[in-house]
């Protein structure tokens, strides 16, 4: 029987916590249509942008100038597209960054757009929000990664794609604030329920500029403004400081409710060392990815905190020179057995992943293109979200009728006596764990959440949200929750089995 204590999963739960699987959609919010204008794609800064608008803006004028960029916006993702996530990539999530400018002229003030080029974006978050509203009818989720501070792409030589040490003036920073505050703000006070979670960038690494200090002053802000909502934070290129910082933000004992804290980190294998390894050491190296986490997560109770990865950006790129030692034929082979290892990969330990880019202009290669992975099969949709809508409900009436037994199973193998607490407690985790699964498990089939689509669910951001149940006790004593999470993991995996993706990362 389930845990009367309990409210199932919302839908909102279903959205923010699964598995996300998804892309990047590409330049579309932070640089405009000049990118599609045959124009170098060497160039991607802020400055760069600026440039293109004063340069439109003496050519055609304000609203000529105006329109071109709206209408670059407004085709950012069409039915066409959203039917191919749908039905061909399976993708249930997608990362849009935007820049300040984004967010219209009070926040260019004091800026390099402040005057006639900030009123170029003066419809661009109300399209960007009607984007996320077309998302969320169709069942796709919306990460909003706020990615480029006044000036901070203003210089030349980057690196990792847009990555820069980089420190922002104080009144920059000041203004960086206050455009996530406004994100967070709109989020909670329009109801923006295809909103995933929203990120916080910076172009800088973890050490420079201090950056914990300025995510601290952010989570500030959005923990009293809308504490359940997912905050994503950069890794800086610091993947285990970035860990521990969020380790001790989503502390179990806290006064008051915080925002959750997931931990984005970009993985590339075409720099460094990687520039002097074979495809298939290059390959094997995926198998310890992210093996940071293992020493982070599995026992929220006795840790006391919780923590969750999700890769915002990869690619299939590897060494260009492949293609010479191989053939081309080797060279197809060797990129989709290194694109389908990262999707294990990251479907394994990962809350989520996103490719580095859907509509992508300033890298060439059909490695860094996500509609040409995915027809290749270099990158694989999580299994469970390919299973038939009719095979979903029938799994799910399946494992209902074979829950009592399935229960019965795990508590005799539980070694307290069944009159003890320690068995009860474990027996009410294992009621919620198993109710939880399969009510994400359904979630599409039956409805809760929309988009009338293929597929199952499976929770994704687990370390959080066991620890979102744990504090939904209000009894968060070692003694309490220890067999009470043992239970509630088995109840998950146990369900999971049940409808055969047990054994699917």
């Known amino acids: ?52 608008v004063k340069r439109s803006l003496m050519t055609q004028g304000l609203e000529e100038t105006r329109l071109k960029w709206e209408a670059h916006w407004q085709i950012a993702l069409t039915d066409f597209d959203i039917i191919w996530f749908k039905s061909v990539a399976r993708c249930n999530s997608i990362r849009i960054p935007i820049g300040f400018f984004t967010l219209g002229p009070v926040f260019c003030t004091g800026t390099d757009f402040e005057g006639e080029p900030s009123e170029v974006y003066v419809n661009c978050w109300n399209i960007l929000k009607r984007l996320i509203e077309k998302c969320h009818s169709h069942g796709i989720g919306v990460l909003i990664d706020f990615q480029t501070i006044p000036g901070s792409m203003d210089q030349s030589g980057h690196v ?17 604030t206050d455009c996530v505050a406004f994100v967070v703000q709109e989020v909670t006070y329009h109801a923006m329920a295809g909103v995933i979670g929203v990120q916080i960038s910076s172009e800088t ?160 290669g059909d490695e860094w293109d996500f509609e040409q992975q995915v027809s290749t099969g270099a990158i694989s949709s999580p299994p469970w979200l390919t299973i038939p809508r009719a095979q979903v409900l029938s799994k799910t009436a399946e494992a209902e009728k074979r829950r009592s037994d399935s229960r019965e199973a795990a508590l005799s193998q539980h070694s307290g006596s069944p009159d003890t607490r ?32 293929n597929g199952g669910e499976k929770i994704g951001a687990m370390e959080l949200w066991v620890r979102k149940r744990l504090r939904e006790t209000q009894r968060l004593t070692k003694e309490f929750s220890i067999d009470w999470e043992t239970g509630f993991r088995k109840g998950v995996s146990d369900f999971y089995d049940l409808v055969g993706i047990g054994s699917v990362p």
């Open 1 to 52: 029987m389930a845990n009367s204590n309990y409210a199932p999963p919302t839908a909102e739960d279903v959205f923010r916590y699964r598995y996300q699987h998804g892309t990047n959609l590409g330049s579309m919010f932070v640089h405009g249509p000049w990118l599609n204008d045959g124009a170098s794609s060497d160039d991607t800064s802020v400055s760069r942008e600026l440039d293109e």
């Open 160 to 176: 990792d794609f847009g990555m820069v040490d980089f420190c922002a003036s104080e009144r920059k920073w000041v203004l960086a």
């Open 205 to 364: 690494d973890w050490k420079a500029c201090d950056l914990w200090r300025w995510y601290d002053e952010v989570l500030e802000i959005t923990s009293c403004v809308n504490p359940p909502l997912p905050i994503y934070i950069s890794d800086g290129r610091n993947f285990a400081a970035a860990l521990d910082y969020a380790m001790a933000r989503n502390r179990l004992q806290t006064l008051l409710d915080s925002s959750s804290i997931i931990v984005d980190t970009h993985r590339y294998y075409t720099t460094g060392a990687y520039r002097h390894m074979g495809p298939e050491a290059i390959i094997s190296q995926i198998h310890d990815a992210l093996s940071e986490l293992s020493i982070r997560q599995g026992n929220v109770s006795s840790r006391r905190t919780a923590v969750d990865a999700y890769i915002g950006q990869y690619s299939c790129a590897m060494d260009t020179q492949i293609g010479g030692r191989t053939g081309q034929s080797g060279r197809t082979a060797l990129i989709k057995a290194f694109g389908q290892t990262q999707s294990k990969q990251w479907q394994s330990k990962a809350c989520g992943s996103a490719f580095v880019g859907f509509k992508i202009h300033r890298i060439s």
């Open 422 to 453: 320690e068995h009860q407690l474990y027996a009410l985790g294992w009621d919620l764990g198993f109710s939880d699964a399969l009510s994400f498990f359904g979630a599409l089939a039956r409805d809760v959440i929309p988009g009338g689509w």
